[in-house]
């Protein structure tokens, strides 16, 4: 049985890069220009919204640039996955080959890599997702992507085996994964889903999982993920379906969530402060700020989204810098180091409430299959 865990991708897309971020959403303060600066010079992958993308298509084909551009048309945020209608290519009077589109969209936007325009497959639809894999396997252009979107309770015991199977059933090529929950999709069930993430990578070395946070990106990349996508919004890491209300963060101070290296946490900068009340914050040294210094204006909220680009760029460049080998017990280590300082604080009122997904990580790796408390204590 064994032996069947792993699938060859026999067409498989090159990237020059394992981290990639997603911009997606409607947004007041759009970070497409903030995000697609900073891609330009340190090099990634952007995801975006086709009509997004062609505004700024000119600037992304600028000599020089480092970004790689992949489309995700998004359908799958509002469409529910038929047996009969899968895609968008089906949803016509006379249905468009795939090739066909996935060339216009290149031709728009100047995109390296197209996601095939897929709707979203409900949690134990079989019909609908062999019909997706069916249809989507039709795609012969080197840019084309087989995009699949569905409900991150499919990495769960009671459907992960058939969903598993459907994947193994089917011609081989590069898949791309999108798990959608009402809320966190791995902080819900979290242990069994990131056990379910790594068993899908394990049959699909290199395939892609796009639209999650630094903890959940930088395990599949140890895991063998191609490509692993934040999101950089809130909503953009917690991706939700057509019949998911939606992730909706608690954002202190109407301010995005910063990521700290130092705890493996994305929290307002007013969390940090209330955290760090009776301790020294860290100090972010290429943004030359201390991290709970941040106010509610539009400049401030851009900066803590460029922040967050390089400081989860710093944590992929630390972790791919090692081998194969050793990246998991590196992971492992950093994690374990993370979930610990949270025990440092001595806020006066707040409670420090470690990350589920940390959480869930470090148990789920622990040799003695120990527990945490909320607080980050091991039981």
């Known amino acids: 049985m064994a032996a069947r865990e792993t699938t060859s991708e026999t067409s498989r897309v090159p990237l020059p890069t394992r981290l990639g971020f997603v911009v997606g959403g409607s947004q007041t303060l759009d970070p497409l220009p903030t995000v697609t600066s900073y891609l330009e010079k340190s090099g990634g992958v952007l995801v975006s919204r ?7 298509a000119a600037r992304l084909r600028k000599a020089g640039s480092r970004l790689d551009l992949l489309v995700d048309s998004g359908l799958w ?10 895609t968008e290519a089906d949803n016509g009077l006379a249905p468009l080959d795939l090739d066909v589109w996935a060339e216009q969209i290149v031709a728009s936007t100047s995109a390296h890599t197209v996601l095939t325009p897929s709707y979203h497959v409900s949690t134990a639809d079989w019909e609908a ?21 569905t409900g991150a309770d499919m990495l769960e015991a009671p459907h992960l085996d058939t969903f598993l199977s ?6 081989p090529r590069q898949f791309a994964f999108i798990f959608t929950d009402s809320n966190r999709p791995f902080a819900t069930h979290a242990k069994n889903r990131i056990k379910g993430m790594r068993r899908v ?3 699909h070395p290199g395939a892609w999982i796009i639209g999650v946070d630094p903890l959940i990106a930088s395990d599949a990349i140890a895991c063998g993920a191609g490509l692993a996508v934040v999101g950089v919004s809130g909503a953009a890491r917690n991706p939700a379906g057509p019949n998911d209300k939606g992730f909706c963060p608690d954002s202190d ?45 539009d400049a401030d909220k851009l900066a803590i989204l460029r922040h967050n680009l390089h400081a989860t760029h710093a944590l992929v460049d630390a972790l791919t810098a090692r081998g194969p080998a050793t990246q998991r017990a590196w992971l492992d280590r950093r994690r374990c180091n993370a979930l610990a300082a949270h025990l440092q604080m001595n806020p006066i009122a ?30």
Do not use: M
């Open 166 to 171: 459907h994947l193994r059933d089917t011609p």
């Open 77 to 86: 945020r509002s469409i529910v996955a038929s047996p009969a209608v899968t």
């Open 50 to 56: 086709p009509h997004r993308t062609k505004g700024h």
């Open 350 to 379: 707040a409670t420090v409430d470690a990350d589920r997904t940390l959480r869930a990580l470090c148990e789920l790796d622990d040799p003695q299959g120990r527990l945490t408390t909320p607080q980050g204590a091991w039981l």
């Open 201 to 203: 990578l394990q049959q």
């Open 253 to 297: 101070g109407f301010l995005p969530g910063l990521f700290l290296p130092s705890l493996l946490e994305h929290r307002s900068p007013r969390t940090y402060a209330k955290w760090f009340a009776n301790s020294a914050v860290d100090t972010c040294d290429e943004c030359g700020r201390r991290l709970d210094s941040f106010q509610c204006t």
């Open 129 to 149: 997702l062999a019909a997706l894999l069916a249809a989507t396997a039709a795609g012969t252009r080197r840019e084309l992507v087989t995009l699949v979107p």
